[in-house]
């Protein structure tokens, strides 16, 4: 009974294996032949090797395609190169002739780090530019060179540079693939899409918003990469 017992759950086992990965090492047993210790456990011992090689391989597939392990744990600790640009159109609510709104373009760059403690730290630097729409001077005919006429006016252009800075502190939390971050300095937070391999951060966000006098459409973009050495 016990020579019965064992053989057949030496190939239960296998078969549950075979279709996975090529077990060798494995000894059939012989009609009428009694099974030994050692010869059962050298059976066993080759389908455990060849179910832990089985178990690699589907940890490294699933690394790869982003499934294996939680996504806390994988972004915890990285820094992502993230690049980002947008646009504001904005006016002001208490318009007058002399004052009606401004375009802005802004870009810049940022290497988050995620710390483990589920602070930030980040290195940002930006350009933009502003121009408004008012005229800082009364608008003047102007004779071109083939003898036309247009009117030319003057508007107010601010262009600013800052960074590189370094900002630590504000806070991230992840729910399911969706990352917040509340950056350094801020009061609200920005909401990423995270990869499941934990690569790759996308932010896209647009809307309307009134803050003191200024009334805006913001249009964002951000993409941000893992960098290697945060592996």
Same mark, same amino acid.
């Given at each position: 009974?016990k020579k019965? %017992? #064992? /053989?057949g759950?030496? +190939?239960?086992?296998?078969?549950? /294996?075979a279709m996975?990965s090529?077990?060798t090492g $494995? &000894?059939?047993?012989?009609?009428?032949?009694a099974?030994t210790?050692a010869?059962?456990?050298?059976?066993?011992?080759? #389908? %455990?090797?060849?179910?832990?090689d089985?178990n !690699?391989r589907?940890?490294? #597939?699933? !690394? +790869?395609?982003?499934?294996?392990?939680?996504?806390? @744990?994988k972004?915890?600790?990285?820094?992502?190169? %993230?690049?980002?640009?947008g646009?504001i159109?904005?006016?002001?609510?208490?318009?007058?002739?002399?004052? $009606?709104?401004y375009?802005?373009?802004?870009a810049?760059?940022?290497? #988050?780090?995620?710390?483990t403690d589920? /602070?930030? &730290?980040?290195?940002?630097?930006?350009a933009?530019?502003e %121009?408004?729409l008012?005229?800082?001077? @009364?608008?003047?005919?102007?004779?071109?060179?083939?003898?036309?006429?247009?009117?030319?006016c003057?508007?107010?252009?601010?262009?600013?540079?800052?960074g590189?800075? &370094?900002n630590?502190?504000?806070?991230?939390?992840?729910n399911g693939n969706?990352?917040?971050?509340?950056?350094?300095?801020?009061?609200?937070s920005?909401?990423?899409m995270?990869?499941?391999?934990g690569?790759?951060?996308?932010?896209g966000?647009?809307?309307h918003e009134? !803050?003191?006098?200024?009334d805006d $459409?913001?249009?964002?973009?951000?993409?941000?990469?893992?960098?290697?050495?945060?592996?």
């Amino acid at each position: 009974m016990k020579k019965v %017992i #064992l /053989t057949g759950l030496t +190939a239960a086992v296998m078969s549950a /294996t075979a279709m996975a990965s090529e077990v060798t090492g $494995y &000894t059939a047993p012989q009609s009428g032949q009694a099974a030994t210790a050692a010869g059962v456990d050298a059976n066993f011992q080759a #389908l %455990i090797s060849a179910i832990n090689d089985n178990n !690699d391989r589907i940890a490294a #597939l699933e !690394d +790869a395609a982003g499934t294996g392990g939680s996504l806390e @744990d994988k972004i915890s600790g990285a820094t992502f190169n %993230i690049v980002y640009l947008g646009s504001i159109i904005g006016t002001y609510q208490d318009q007058s002739s002399s004052n $009606y709104g401004y375009l802005e373009g802004f870009a810049g760059s940022s290497l #988050l780090t995620l710390e483990t403690d589920g /602070t930030i &730290t980040e290195v940002w630097q930006e350009a933009l530019r502003e %121009i408004g729409l008012e005229r800082v001077s @009364d608008c003047v005919e102007v004779t071109d060179e083939f003898g036309g006429s247009y009117s030319e006016c003057s508007h107010a252009v601010y262009d600013e540079e800052s960074g590189p800075e &370094t900002n630590s502190g504000g806070a991230w939390q992840l729910n399911g693939n969706v990352l917040s971050v509340t950056f350094p300095g801020e009061d609200s937070s920005e909401d990423f899409m995270v990869t499941m391999s934990g690569e790759v951060l996308v932010l896209g966000s647009g809307g309307h918003e009134v !803050d003191g006098n200024n009334d805006d $459409y913001e249009n964002s973009m951000a993409i941000g990469v893992r960098t290697p050495d945060s592996e």
